[in-house]
């Protein structure tokens, strides 16, 4: 089986019949869902199921529930969580088992829900100039802190079985635009770079799944990274990831063109799989057709990433709770 080079959403909080059948005709890689599309845990079910059932296939679901800012799932769905780099700050040296503890009770929500991916860990570094868009999304303002941090978070959802995302490769912390409203340009010189942004992601490239950047790194290419094969290529090679790589929603206004056009351009770019977000439903069509059918590397990584989901390894929820609240001194809900 060969699945659709997409990851794609709906409308609202069950399929309509013309998504049903537009689903089951471009079998989307997977899924990705919006608070729109979230209202009572029965319904969360219902809706991953028929994504499932449209797919005929036990397909990846993904959300961003990174906690903070950037929560789909709220009270009283789920805990409502301080942002990354606010929870970091305040765990101090306890920082690493902290953010384990957060993302492994993130883990269980998700699941319990039939939810099977979430767009985390972040390996963006925080800097001086990063955008207030990402800044206290980030974990850290050094790459040997933030790999090591984001590896907690990414077993910490393997723990709770689901696939973390790696994002946005290959960094995005030097960006001091909005790449949802904006094309950031990063100016940094390679030595820089190679030093600090794309050391974060190098630690952490045996990961089953990640997303791009839309950033242009003007050292290597005028192009932005979702698009240009310089920089996919590296990382391919350099950084050494070789999970399946998505893009970043190739909605955002960071991407010039027509969606349909920047979807075809990622995967000539070489990236596995489109993400692609909050449009009509012919818009939709447009973009599946145009990424087509993903090819066999990339239907090698799909297969590989479905794999590394396992069953959750039992967690006890109260001790959990306790212990995160006995780290950060009950600080621990936003």
């Known amino acids: 089986m060969t699945y659709g080079a997409t990851i794609l959403d709906a409308e609202g909080v069950r399929l309509t019949a013309d998504e049903k059948a537009f689903f089951r005709d471009a079998d989307p890689f997977g899924f990705i869902l919006f608070a729109r599309n979230l209202d009572t845990p029965g319904q969360i079910q219902a809706l991953?199921?028929?994504?499932?059932?449209?797919?005929?296939?036990?397909?990846?679901?993904?959300?961003?529930?990174?906690?903070?800012?950037?929560?789909?799932?709220r009270k009283p769905l789920a805990r409502n969580w301080r942002p990354p780099l606010e929870q970091v700050q305040l765990a101090g040296e306890d920082a690493v088992?902290?953010?384990?503890?957060?993302?492994?009770?993130?883990?269980?929500?998700?699941?319990?829900?039939?939810i099977d991916s979430n767009c985390a860990p972040i390996a963006d570094i925080a800097t001086?100039?990063?955008h207030e868009f990402?800044?206290?999304?980030?974990?850290?303002?050094?790459?040997?802190?933030?790999?090591?941090?984001?590896?907690?978070?990414?077993?910490?959802?393997?723990?709770?079985?689901?696939?973390p995302v790696l994002k946005h490769i290959p960094g995005h912390g030097r960006a001091t635009a909005d790449s949802h409203l904006d094309l950031p340009h990063v100016t940094s010189h390679p030595d820089d770079l190679e030093q600090s942004d794309f050391t974060a992601f190098a630690a952490l490239n045996d990961l089953p799944l990640g997303m791009t950047a839309h950033l242009v790194y003007d050292a290597y290419d005028d192009r932005p990274a979702t698009i240009s094969p310089v920089m996919m290529q590296l990382i391919r090679a350099q950084i050494g990831f070789d999970g399946l790589i998505m893009t970043d929603d190739i909605?955002?206004?960071?991407?010039?063109?027509?969606?349909?056009?920047?979807?075809?351009?990622?995967?000539?770019?070489?990236?596995?799989?489109?993400?692609?977000?909050?449009?009509?439903?012919?818009?939709?069509?447009?973009?599946?057709?145009?990424?087509?059918?993903?090819n066999a590397a990339a239907q090698t990584r799909a297969d590989r990433a479905l794999d590394a989901r396992k069953p959750p390894v039992a967690l006890d929820i109260l001790g959990a709770e306790r212990e995160l609240a006995a780290l950060m001194g009950g600080q621990v809900y936003g």
Do not use: W
Request: net charge positive; aromatic share 4%.
């Open 251 to 294: 909605s955002m206004k960071a991407l010039q063109g027509t969606p349909a056009d920047n979807a075809a351009a990622a995967i000539a770019a070489g990236c596995d799989v489109v993400l692609y977000c909050n449009a009509p439903l012919e818009d939709r069509i447009r973009v599946a057709e145009a990424a087509g059918a993903m």
């Open 48 to 73: 991953c199921s028929e994504f499932r059932e449209a797919v005929g296939r036990n397909c990846l679901i993904t959300i961003d529930q990174e906690g903070g800012r950037v929560q789909r799932l």
């Open 134 to 163: 990402l800044k206290n999304r980030c974990y850290g303002t050094n790459a040997q802190t933030v790999a090591r941090i984001a590896r907690a978070v990414a077993t910490a959802h393997l723990d709770g079985g689901v696939l």
């Open 97 to 114: 088992r902290s953010m384990y503890l957060r993302y492994r009770l993130i883990a269980h929500e998700l699941n319990t829900l039939g």
């Open 128 to 130: 001086m100039e990063t």
